[in-house]
Nanobody, 123 residues
Framework: QVQLVESGGGLVQAGGSLRLSCAFS????????MGWFRQPPGKEREFVALITWIAGSTNYLDSVKGRFTISRDDRKNTVYLQMASLKSEDTAVYYC????????????????WGQGTQVTVSS
């Protein structure tokens, strides 16, 4: 069974930066892709960023383009989300996921989800 452990969340002022990490373990395999998602207060979970594990191709939510960067370290089985120029609307619980797949509309399923890490941006 695959397990994901996230870290790096916290409280930051608007304009600041944070780096989230997500390490996976439990089985010897290589994911096809990994993603970051977030759930703002009172809203549904939304896609933030994706990266394909081998090629490193990336895809981002429009509102985070140019501010967030997703990357991965194959040796450490870890995916990162570097967040800069944070805004109050980035406040959310952030989740990582292995092999996420869009199901319908804005909904996604995944091989496994992390437990979530809180990011709070104060204005």
């Amino acid at each position: 069974q695959v397990q994901l452990v996230e870290s790096g969340g916290g409280l930051v002022q608007a304009g600041g930066s944070l780096r989230l990490s997500c390490a996976f373990s439990g089985r010897t395999f290589r994911p096809y892709r990994m993603g970051w998602f977030r759930q703002p207060p009172g809203k549904e979970r939304e896609f933030v960023a994706l990266i394909t594990w081998i090629a490193g191709s990336t895809n981002y939510l429009d509102s985070v383009k140019g501010r967030f960067t997703i990357s991965r370290d194959d040796r450490k089985n870890t995916v990162y989300l570097q967040m800069a120029s944070l805004k109050s609307e980035d406040t959310a619980v952030y989740y990582c996921a292995i092999d996420p797949v869009s199901t319908s509309g804005s909904r996604w399923s995944a091989r496994a989800w992390g437990q979530g890490t809180q990011v709070t941006v104060s204005s």
